[in-house]
């Protein structure tokens, strides 16, 4: 599996990419295996401020729907449209067209975060 050494990770399995002072977020390559097929991804909570470990959106999967967890805390700016017609994207590229929200941090990082291997080794991987 893959797990890029720039991003940080969570043990709720979502990625994090801060690139100056904003975040993009999405699940990272082991949640989306263990989802399956993901046919649907809702986020109804663009242009609020959620903080770290607090519900952003759901993923559903055929067979399940499961919360989405936000990693920091911050001003949710934007959600990837494109999942709205493609979701199979976070399936096909999770780290990258696959991304699913961008937010403007507001806080400090959380000292939970993992790197990658710390995250490989949570998922046995």
């Known amino acids: 599996m893959n797990f890029p050494e720039e991003l940080k990770y969570t043990k709720d399995h979502e990625w994090v990419r801060i690139e100056d002072g904003i975040a993009t977020i999405g699940i ?72 699913m929200i961008k937010v403007k941090l507001t806080g400090d990082l959380p000292d939970d975060l993992l790197s990658a291997a710390e995250y490989a080794e949570l998922v046995g991987a």
């Open 28 to 99: 990272t390559e082991f949640a989306q295996r263990e989802l399956g097929d993901i046919v649907y991804v809702e986020v109804e909570t663009v242009g609020e401020t959620i903080s770290a470990g607090e519900v952003f959106g759901t993923v559903e999967a055929v067979k399940t729907v499961s919360d989405l967890f936000m990693p920091v805390e911050g001003e949710i700016l934007e959600f990837n449209e494109e999942l709205e017609s493609s979701p199979e994207l976070v399936n096909d590229s999770p780290y990258g067209e696959g991304w």
